[in-house]
């Protein structure tokens, strides 16, 4: 079985700062590795995902994660964050060829003026 | 294009009653998932569905069943309800495949009281 974990419950950090937002799974089997944020009110959305071929991938917004399969994490990373970015950040996995994606905890991100 | 519309947006209702909510999913997905979604848990994964067939199931009580119409729309039945059912339940579709991202409903927040 796959799970997921995001090692900070809420990460507040000032604008204009770098942020990372760390996860890590676990599965014996090969995933693919998902990143949804949830605006305040508001439905999740994706920001990007990993399939295979380069471990670096961009997303929407600026952000980008690097899977590291060595140490089984998927970290977001945001090289300038603003206002606007505060939210709530889900991880999550689902097994290639799998239907069922599971979600971690998530990270709420606060950005500070 | 509409999105994924999830219907009552709130729901109140009492320990013992049963309740059903409802979901559209974008035209042309086939696949329907249902989460819960409560503070510092993250998404817990109830069932997917597939043109009419339940291919996953999480770890929730036989309380909690849900089904498919030939058109895609699916229905999520809580039954005998209890205080700890109060949650934000979500809705995603796809079009099926184990690679593509979800699209979530708005979700139907439910309060048991």
């Known amino acids: 079985a796959q799970s997921v974990t995001q090692l900070d419950s809420q990460v507040p950090v000032f604008e204009e700062a770098p942020v990372e937002l760390r996860c890590n799974y676990s599965s014996s089997v090969s995933v693919y590795l998902f990143w949804y944020v949830q605006y305040p009110n508001q439905g999740l959305q994706l920001l990007l995902k990993?399939?295979?071929?380069?471990?670096l991938v961009k997303g929407i917004n600026g952000f980008e994660a690097e899977f590291n399969k060595s140490q089984t994490s998927f970290h977001l990373r945001k090289p300038s964050v603003h206002i606007s970015d505060t939210a709530e950040y889900f991880c999550?996995?689902?097994?290639?060829?799998?239907?069922?994606?599971?979600f971690g905890a998530g990270t709420r991100l606060f950005v500070k003026a | 294009k509409a999105g994924v519309t999830q219907t009552p947006r709130y729901l109140i209702k009492t320990r013992g009653q049963q309740v059903t909510l409802s979901c559209s999913p974008i035209s042309g997905h086939r696949s329907v998932s249902w989460y819960q979604q409560t503070p510092g848990q993250g998404l817990q994964f109830l069932f997917e569905?597939?043109?009419?067939?339940?291919?996953n199931k999480g770890n929730f009580p036989g309380r909690f069943s849900g089904r498919q119409f030939s058109n895609s729309r699916s229905e999520m039945n809580v039954s005998t309800l209890e205080l700890g059912d109060s949650a934000l339940y979500l809705c995603a579709s796809s079009l099926g495949a184990a690679n593509e991202k979800l699209f979530f409903g708005s979700g139907t927040q439910l309060s048991v009281l």
């Open positions: 999550a996995v689902r097994k290639t060829g799998g239907f069922k994606t599971i």
């Open positions: 569905y597939f043109s009419e067939t339940q291919r």
């Open positions: 990993y399939l295979s071929g380069s471990t």
